[in-house]
Each structure stands twice: as C-alpha cells, then as structure tokens.
C-alpha cells in the first residue's frame, strides 16, 4: 500500500502510516495480525483511511481464518488462479453463486462446511454429499440425537404412536446447523419438504427402526455437537415452537412438495 500522510486529529502535524503488530481476540480466538495505521510520534495516536480501514478488517478476517485453519482470502483466490478458474468458474463447480467467492476472497469469513466445499472444488472434486450432509445415514445415531434433545429439554420428543410431527423439526435443525457450522451433519438423514414443514425423508418407514434401535451403538456425540443441540433445545424448548420456526424457512418453503432440501441451503438458515 502506498503511504499517504494525513493531519494528526490533536493539532500535531502531519503523520505518516507505518506497520503495527496487533493482538485480539476476535469470535473467542485471540488472532495475531499486521496493519497499517498513521501514528502520531508526539501523542501515539492511530488514524486509519477508508482503505487501512478495509484492510484492518480483512487482516483480521484472515488471521482468524488461518488460527481456525479455514482458508484465507489469499489461499482461495492463488489456489483458484493457479487452476486458472474464474470466480465464476469456481461457483458454478461448488453450485454457490459467484458473489458468494467474491466475498470470501474480499474478508467474509465462510462456513466449515463452505470451506470444506471450496477444498474439494479447488482439488477438482464435487464438494460432498449435499443430500445426506458429508455423513453416511445412522438410525443410531437419530436415536442418539433425540435422546440427547430429551436431556437438555427435560422432556420426552419421541413418543409412542408418534409420527415425528414434531420430533423431526429438531432433528432437522440439528442436521442442518451441524453442516453449517461443522462442516457434515449428525445422522446422515436425508429430509423432504412436505405440508407439514421438513420432515425426514421416507419417515413411515424408519419410525418403528428409530425407536428400537440401539444409540449406544454408535461413536458419542462431540462436545461441539452437544452445544449445536443445546442452543437449538434452547431456542425453542416448546415443541410448538420448533414446528413453526421450521415453517418460517424459506429453504423449506420455496421446494416443491416431496422435493428434497439439500444441505448446502443451511447457509440460509433463519431461525438459528
């Protein structure tokens, strides 16, 4: 960046921009970055243009990124050049629209699960399984999930003769934040935008499963997932709640009745 001098805002002249070393903690991560700021030698005071003003945030956007081990705005544009793609080439390989790789080359921080999706586009793979969530399909494992719902919320979601009216509300929510925010979902379920809000794909038949099976059967949850449940059981710890927050999506509202609501739609997510 060409150094541009300014007036110092205590009356002392003219100063000049030179590079600082700068420590903070930023979404819980303490980040180490460089910016350029004017400093006034007499009084130490920092003034930043539009442009350093920019760049500061872009800084902090990518020292947190790389802490976090997302890639960073540099890595995705070199990675992208170095492939010879266009923006627009890239979107159109992850299925996202070219603003959204505009945006993350400029400062925006993406999803674990974007970011997952970019690695594998930039390796010249399609980005994952947008219809189970980057996860093979458990009936343990919904078991498992409603059953850690029941622990937080102090009441059963699962019931006899019941037909997931409710229950799948939750465990959609907890599939498609988990992919957003983790990077794969928690069950592997596939889910259809039906009358009655999303619901788990062919759930007539897999009922009587889920109830018998076996949740012990399957690897724990991780603490991360635990806490994805915990903020949505605490977001709507009445069943009526869940139901008509989930009927409130455009990503369920805006699909045809019977037609499967991919992962990659939890970025749209508006409840959680």
Known sequence: MGKKEITCP????????EKI???MNFRDVDINFQVEHHVCPVCGIEAGDIDQTATTQKAISDAYRQKVKLLTGKEIRESRKKLKLS?????????????SIKRWEGGLIQ???MDRALRLALRGQMPGDNYTGNRTFSIPRIKLVFRQFESVLGKRILKKRDKMLFAAKYLWYADMVAFRDLGESMTGSTYAALPYGPQLN???????EIKNA??????AMTQEEK???????????EEQMVYDAAHREIIWRRRGAGAIIPYSDSAELSGL
């Open 10 to 17: 205590k009356g002392h002249g003219i100063i000049s921009s």
């Open 21 to 23: 070393d700068k420590a």
């Open 87 to 99: 923006q627009e080439a890239l979107a159109k390989r992850m299925n996202v629209g070219i603003a």
């Open 111 to 113: 999803t674990k699960a």
């Open 202 to 208: 062919n759930y007539r038949d897999l009922i009587d």
């Open 214 to 219: 076996d949740e012990l059967m399957v690897k």
């Open 227 to 237: 806490r994805v449940i915990k903020k949505i059981a605490m977001t709507f710890p």
